[in-house]
């Protein structure tokens, strides 16, 4: 019997996607149930703490990035080799 009431039931959601060709109500409430699964996966930031700690780990993966650049930009000097910027482009001037 609640296995029956619990299909006949209804859920309200509210929406801006009008055009039910391209967003079906089952996907709208498919998404819309899928959020807590996201909202779970991060909820380990909630603590102040563990912000802090991963932007650290963010700042010293950017440091490491850029010494290994200032280190490939001076062996390549050193080599005398062009560098390739984007585009496709060589460039003599060596910044870092």
Not at 10 to 21: H, P, Q, R
Not at 39 to 67: D, H, N, P, W
Not at 73 to 90: F, S, V
Request: proline share 3%; aromatic share 6%; hydrophobic share 40%.
């Amino acid at each position: 019997m609640e296995q029956a009431r619990e299909r006949e039931s209804y859920f309200v959601l509210i929406t801006n996607l009008m055009d039910a060709g391209k967003h079906p109500a089952s996907s709208i409430l498919g998404e819309y149930k899928q959020q807590s699964r996201v909202e779970a996966r991060f909820s380990f930031l909630k603590k102040q703490s563990r912000v802090e700690a991963l932007g650290y780990v963010l700042l010293m993966a950017l440091l490491i990035a850029t010494l290994l650049e200032r280190r490939v930009r001076k062996n390549l000097e050193a080599e005398g080799t062009p560098i390739m910027i984007p585009g496709g482009i060589q460039c003599d001037r060596r910044s870092g």
